[in-house]
């Protein structure tokens, strides 16, 4: 029977998803299962890989049940991942050393501080696009060697492999240790600060600098190529693709031409924009990265910006104030008054991401009044979410030169037809929302489909791209540059919030 199919791996933060997808990029069925958040001390969070990997074990099988597919109709299979993830495990064994420590976790902060003072410290960002944080891979790898007796002296013999989750599945997918493939992809590669951004090969002298053995690290391959062929759990399936999960949103977003950008809405917002095949250097305060990498063509790179809190502050004041009972309530809510009554929130709960990295700024509440009302705060929470989206758009157009013309969104947020109206307004450009919301996965799946050669070429993808909804900037112009001028006084309040304790 002919491949009609291509199914997706979405191993995420809180849980691994299956999809299967038709020719059109159609969703044909979708399995899903939540995996727990181990929290052993204050901003330590950890998974239990074995437990991510048993429940990949039975959402797959279930996926083709649910589809009625057998496993000679799928063309391919194709993995999406949380990205920094870092776990290290046994390579005769193939059991963890440790549970995976997640990309949120902030264990590393004194060490990071440590390297950070050391004279060579400024080459890292050169060679890698990433600044020195406890946000990425490396750091990481450099804790669990340092605190475990004698796992470097055997991660220097070969002994123990290193991986972000989407080598761990891989591995396992491909038989484990019994001959199991060790691999990640450049996307990925790219999160660890050990990737030389221009030759997209382990760098020596990063390697060095982190004290992290060669000998424990995987190959590194193509976002879109056929890995090898699954012996387990999808017998026979070729694995075409690997992609970090805000690349696979961009791959599924069709973003293939530069100043073609994307930006998931979920608990903070992820915002890429394709530079195309050349790294261009932030001094903006954004990530340079890799956006995927087709085969034996040149990588395409992206600039990105983390925004740390969008869809967090409306589950504060849904959880935390109690003003609202579900997160949709907030549109609602908004929609009783016509403007923010001269009121701003700037969620910095933790600090701020793109385009400030102020870890020591807090949330303030700024211009309140005996006017504002809780629907004047709940316009203030959606606005936020613009705000920060405007202030890295302007970071972007600085940096790249390109100056963005569509912002194609996705995630959970773009429900909100107010806020996604917003955006398209302090932005002055349309903002256009897909048919297919699940963009990670479809990426993943496009990805892998081109390796495999169900989708002939990138032009192919396009014309499976539908929207569903579009918003047309309708702001006045000075009405804009007012609100903003007031958003950035905003901003600047939050700074120096938390001084060191002597």
């Not at 996965?441 to 489909?449: I, M, N, R």
């Amino acid at each position: 029977m002919a491949a009609r199919y291509v199914m997706s791996i979405d191993q995420g933060t809180t849980s691994t998803r299956c999809i299967i997808f038709d020719q059109q990029g159609r969703l044909v069925s979708v399995t899903q299962r939540e995996h727990r958040q181990h929290f052993p001390h204050p901003g330590w969070v950890e998974h239990d890989a074995v437990e991510i990997w048993r429940n990949l074990e039975r959402i797959a099988p279930a996926a083709l049940r649910q589809a009625g597919v057998g496993l000679d109709q799928l063309a391919a299979v194709g993995i999406a991942n949380q990205r920094e993830t870092t776990l290290l495990w046994d390579r005769r064994t193939g059991l963890p050393l440790h549970r995976a420590i997640v990309w949120q976790d902030t264990r590393t902060n004194a060490l990071v501080d440590d390297l950070a003072a050391r004279p060579d410290s400024s080459m890292v960002q050169k060679r890698c696009g990433l600044p020195l944080a406890t946000y990425f891979s490396a750091p990481r790898v450099r804790w669990l060697l340092d605190e475990t007796p004698g796992l470097r002296e055997r991660a220097e013999r070969g002994e123990v492999l290193f991986g972000t989750m989407e080598t761990w599945l891989i591995w396992n997918l491909t038989g484990g240790s019994d001959g199991g493939l060790h691999l990640t992809d450049v996307t990925n590669a790219s999160r660890t600060l050990l990737m030389d951004l221009t030759t997209l090969e382990w760098d020596d002298d990063l390697l060095d600098f982190f004290g992290v053995p060669r000998a424990m690290l995987p190959q590194i391959r193509p976002s879109t190529e056929t890995y090898g062929v699954a012996s387990r759990v999808l017998p026979g399936v070729r694995i075409g693709a690997a992609l970090g999960d805000q690349q696979a949103a961009l791959f599924g977003q069709t973003c293939f031409a530069p100043g073609e950008a994307k930006c998931t809405y979920g608990t903070g917002g992820f915002l890429l924009l394709n530079t195309g095949d050349e790294p261009v250097r932030s001094t903006h305060g954004l990530l340079t990265t890799v956006g995927y990498q087709v085969g034996a063509e040149p990588a395409v790179y992206a600039l990105e910006a983390p925004i740390a809190v969008t869809g967090a502050l409306v589950q504060w004041f849904r959880d935390g104030l109690g003003l609202i009972n579900s997160a949709p309530e907030i549109e609602t809510l908004a929609k009783t008054v016509d403007d923010n009554g001269g009121c701003y929130i700037v969620p910095a709960f933790a600090g701020l991401f793109a385009p400030h990295w102020r870890s020591e700024a807090r949330g303030v509440i700024v211009g309140l009044t005996s006017y504002i009302t809780k629907g004047h705060l709940a316009r203030a929470v959606l606005e936020a979410t613009a705000w920060q989206t405007r202030e890295v758009v302007d970071a972007m157009n600085a940096d790249s030169g390109l100056d963005l013309r569509v912002l194609k969104v996705d995630g959970g947020m773009t429900a909100d037809n107010l806020l996604m109206q917003y955006i398209a307004d302090v932005l002055d450009v349309p903002v256009v929302r897909p048919m297919v919301a699940e963009t990670v996965s479809l990426g993943a799946a496009y990805a892998a489909g081109l390796a495999v050669g169900y989708w002939p070429d990138l032009e192919g993808l396009r014309r499976n791209w539908h929207r569903a909804a579009q918003w047309l900037p309708a702001m006045d112009p000075k009405r804009r540059d007012e609100e903003y001028d007031n958003w950035r006084r905003a901003v600047e309040r939050t700074f120096g919030w938390m001084r060191p304790h002597h």
